[in-house]
């Protein structure tokens, strides 16, 4: 099931397997971020025993949101990615 949210960026922690976390975001999509915000949610798994959601999708996304100093940041959240072989079939 997918449950669209709000979330808080210190909830959110990109995801060790992902071999798209190093991306980074370059100065035109912070500059986007900072003026009309993130339109495409980023795609998060299940919380962790800490609340924390491992990032799945949208690292450029979420790296910009970071350097722009926001402090949430929407996703689509997948409590049915439970599993590092689903988490991976969606990165």
Aim: proline residues 7%; hydrophobic residues 40%; negative net charge.
């Amino acid at each position: 099931m997918t449950t669209f949210a709000i979330v808080p960026i210190d909830q959110v922690a990109p995801h060790p397997r992902n071999i798209r976390r190093s991306a980074v975001a370059d100065e035109e999509l912070v500059s986007s971020v900072l003026e009309a915000g993130i339109h495409e949610p980023v795609l998060l798994g299940p919380e962790d025993a800490d609340g924390v959601r491992f990032l799945i999708a949208g690292n450029r996304r979420y790296d910009a949101a970071v350097k722009a100093g926001l402090t949430s940041l929407p996703a689509m959240l997948r409590d049915d990615l439970d599993t590092e072989a689903k988490q991976s079939r969606s990165c």
